[in-house]
C-alpha cells in the first residue's frame, strides 16, 4: 500500500516568509508525528497527534512553528517568519496506534532552505 | 542533553566482513530501542528492534545486541552488503510514552 508522503519534497525560501509543508500519512494510522533533521544532528521531535486528543507540541522549538491535523489524516506543519536557522529537512511519521513499541513509518521528508 | 549517543559518525567495512554499529543512553526509563535504515533523499526505513526484556534479537543478516547495565546496544551486519551502504540511526523509548528519541547517526560504507 501507499507509504507516507510529503510535499514539497524541496523547499527554498527567503528569510521572513511563512511557508507550509504537508504531510499524508498511512491510511489508518492514528499517530502522526514531525520531526526535523539539521545538518549533523539527529532526527529532533517537533509535535505529535494522536486521534482527536490534544497535540503534544513540546518539541516546537518556538512560536513561529505551528501544526494542525485535519480529518485525523494529513497534516500541515506552519513555519511563519523563517529563518536560517530553520533550515533542515522535515520529515513526518505515522503508525497504527501510539505508543513507543510501535514502529513509526516515515515519509521522504521535506528539505527547506531559508537564504 | 543528549540522552541517546552514536559516537561514531562514520564507518567503512569491506564486503563479507562485519560492520557493527553502536548506541549508547543515558536513560534508564528506556526499554524499546529501534534501528532505522537511511538512504539519501529518503525517509528512514525501521530495520530492526529490541525490547529490553531480550538481550538479542536476530533478524537475517541483521542482530541487535541489548546490555542493559552498561546502558548499550549495538547492531552487527553481517555478511555486509555494498546495498548495506547507508546512515543508520538508533532510538530510543519508554513504551509508557510515544515519543522516540534518536542518535545523530553512522554513516555506513560497505566497500565492494
Known amino acids: 500500500g501507499a507509504g507516507v508522503s510529503q510535499s514539497p519534497s524541496n523547499k527554498v525560501t527567503e528569510k521572513g516568509k511563512d511557508v507550509e509543508l504537508r504531510c499524508d500519512p498511512i491510511?489508518?494510522?492514528?499517530?502522526l508525528y514531525w520531526y526535523r533533521q539539521s545538518l549533523g544532528q539527529g532526527l529532533e521531535f517537533l509535535i505529535y497527534?494522536?486521534?482527536?486528543?490534544?497535540?503534544?507540541k513540546s518539541g516546537l522549538p518556538s512560536d513561529r512553528f505551528s501544526a494542525e491535523r485535519t480529518g485525523g489524516s494529513v497534516s500541515t506543519l506552519t513555519i511563519q517568519r523563517t529563518q536560517q536557522e530553520d533550515s533542515a529537512v522535515y520529515l513526518c511519521?505515522?503508525?497504527?496506534?501510539?505508543?513507543?513499541?510501535?514502529?513509526?513509518?516515515f515519509g521522504p521528508g521535506t528539505r527547506l532552505t531559508v537564504l | 542533553d543528549q540522552q541517546v549517543k552514536q559516537n561514531s559518525p562514520s564507518l567503512s567495512v569491506q564486503e563479507g566482513r562485519i560492520s557493527i554499529l553502536n548506541c549508547d543512553y543515558t536513560n534508564s526509563m528506556f526499554d524499546y530501542f529501534l534501528w532505522y535504515k537511511k538512504y539519501p533523499a529518503e525517509g528512514p526505513t525501521f530495520l530492526i528492534s529490541?525490547?529490553?526484556?531480550?538481550d538479542k534479537n536476530e533478524d537475517g543478516r541483521f542482530t541487535v545486541f541489548l546490555n542493559k547495565s552498561a546502558k548499550h546496544l549495538s547492531l552487527h551486519i553481517v555478511p555486509s552488503q555494498p546495498g548495506d551502504s547507508a546512515v543508520y540511526f538508533c532510538?530510543?523509548?519508554?513504551?509508557?510514552?510515544?515519543?522516540?528519541?534518536f542518535g545523530t547517526g553512522t554513516r555506513l560504507k560497505v566497500l565492494a
Open positions: 491510511s489508518g494510522h492514528t499517530a
Open positions: 511519521a505515522s503508525s497504527l496506534i501510539a505508543g513507543g513499541a510501535d514502529t513509526q513509518y
Open positions: 529490541i525490547s529490553s526484556i531480550k
Open positions: 532510538a530510543a523509548s519508554d513504551s509508557g510514552t510515544y515519543k522516540y528519541i
Open positions: 497527534f494522536q486521534g482527536n486528543s490534544a497535540p503534544d
